[in-house]
């Protein structure tokens, strides 16, 4: 008999390893009587209160297609999945059967081995659907070890009522952008940009914009340390000094979405996964009010990150059948095409964007070509690991602790001792 869905706090689920990830025989499931059946176990990385809602509502559809298959779906923090997934996966208990990965974490997880490789497995089908650029963060040694599910990348987050206010255009470089919110503060008393400091992704538009990068994958060379990489910092820190911007140390999601909701600051970088979260803001009851842009234009070039999530299977599943066909169903045309339309998220399906849900939608179709242009990361297994010291620096840098240069110079020094005989 199909049991409803179970939301679980983290915590819980845990606790509950032994019964949640199939280490006893009644998780167990697959084909034997011709039907899915057993337990599958979801931890899901979006945001709560928007992104959760409805990729709980369409998990609950598979549920409804096998009706002897319960999905036991967790929220899991963004910021504390990989290292979680990690810990249970290399303890041998408490790994969730799929996982929502972030597009750097793939090649991490499929390199340690706790992975399931999707080649020839009902996950993956039609593979020639999938974007290139989407596919490309699921591969690793020649293998597939994950399904893309989103795609994204970044903009410029306007009031449009502040910027006619203070009687703006919107910045197209970042000069512009400091010229802008010194208008924005004489005009109405608020800050032009709130820049995000706890989090390095929020980097990555700038490092690129001066024609930098973190590393040269390529070559085997890490190249944060070279000049553009110095330049972005000093422009970052420049941003923050000149009062164009304000920024954090800690808790930087809720204080940026919180003052953009509120009217406190008249742009924020950020991208297709928080469009949901913004609107529930008293500025933008009228949803006309919320004005997107490309990111601003570094000295060098207009670049912004591509991001995403994929979905994995663990590699110790005890239902494996059950979970390759929920991977199937969370990243088939069907399911893409209700979160572009519910959520504006960017599906990874060519065939998707064709789709009512996708032409209604004003911000997937804005950022469909941001996200062809986007600036891939480098997909080897330390990818993801790349972001601790870079945000250590980053931070330190915005908050006035270091100097663009020391800042650049210790995270090349951290690379290269991460990644062993690279130059």
């Not at 339309?341 to 032409?359: C, D, F, I, M, W």
């Amino acid at each position: 008999m199909r049991r409803g869905i179970t939301a679980t706090a983290l915590v819980a689920a845990l606790a509950l390893a032994a019964t949640a990830c199939g280490s006893d025989d009644e998780t167990g499931g697959g084909k034997s009587s011709g039907e899915l059946s057993g337990t599958v176990t979801w931890w899901d990385t979006s945001t709560v209160g928007s992104e959760d809602k409805v990729f709980k509502k369409i998990a609950e559809g598979f549920e409804k297609k096998h009706p002897e298959v319960d999905v036991k779906y967790v929220n899991v923090p963004f910021g504390e999945a990989q290292n979680k997934f990690k810990n249970a996966a290399q303890a041998g208990a408490g790994a969730p059967d799929v996982i929502r990965s972030e597009v750097a974490w793939t090649p991490e997880f499929a390199d340690l081995g706790y992975l399931a490789p999707l080649d020839g497995t009902a996950a993956l089908k039609d593979q020639d659907d999938f974007l290139e650029q989407a596919a490309a963060s699921t591969k690793y040694k020649d293998k597939t070890y994950a399904v893309p599910q989103v795609i994204d990348s970044m903009g410029i987050f306007y009031n449009k009522k502040i910027f006619a206010e203070a009687g703006v255009e919107v910045p197209q470089t970042v000069a512009e952008l400091k010229t802008a919110s010194k208008a924005i503060k004489s005009k109405t008393g608020k800050t032009g940009l709130y820049l995000r400091g706890d989090d390095a992704y929020w980097f990555l538009s700038f490092l690129y914009g001066e024609g930098g990068d973190l590393v040269d994958a390529g070559t085997k060379s890490v190249t944060v340390d070279k000049p553009e990489g110095v330049k972005a910092f000093e422009t970052v820190k420049d941003l923050v000094d000149s009062g164009a911007a304000k920024t954090d140390a800690t808790d930087g999601w809720e204080n940026m979405q919180s003052s953009f909701k509120d009217g406190k600051v008249a742009m924020m970088i950020n991208g297709p996964w928080a469009v949901a979260d913004t609107l529930t803001g008293k500025e933008f009851t009228d949803k006309a009010n919320l004005g997107i842009s490309p990111v601003p234009a570094g000295s060098a070039a207009q670049g912004a990150p591509q991001g995403g999530h994929n979905l994995a299977v663990y590699a110790g599943s005890k239902n494996l059948d059950a979970s390759y066909a929920f991977v199937d169903y969370m990243t088939s045309v069907e399911s893409q095409a209700q979160t572009a339309g519910e959520l504006n998220l960017l599906p990874t399906r060519t065939s998707v964007y064709s789709k009512q849900e996708a032409v209604d939608s004003e911000i997937v179709q804005f950022f469909k070509p941001v996200v062809e242009t986007a600036v891939e990361r480098p997909w080897i297994p330390e990818t993801g690991s790349l972001f601790a010291p870079l945000v250590t620096e980053y931070t330190k840098v915005l908050t006035g602790q270091t100097t663009p240069k020391k800042a650049a110079t210790a995270t090349g020094d951290s690379y290269r001792k991460l990644l062993k005989g690279w130059k």
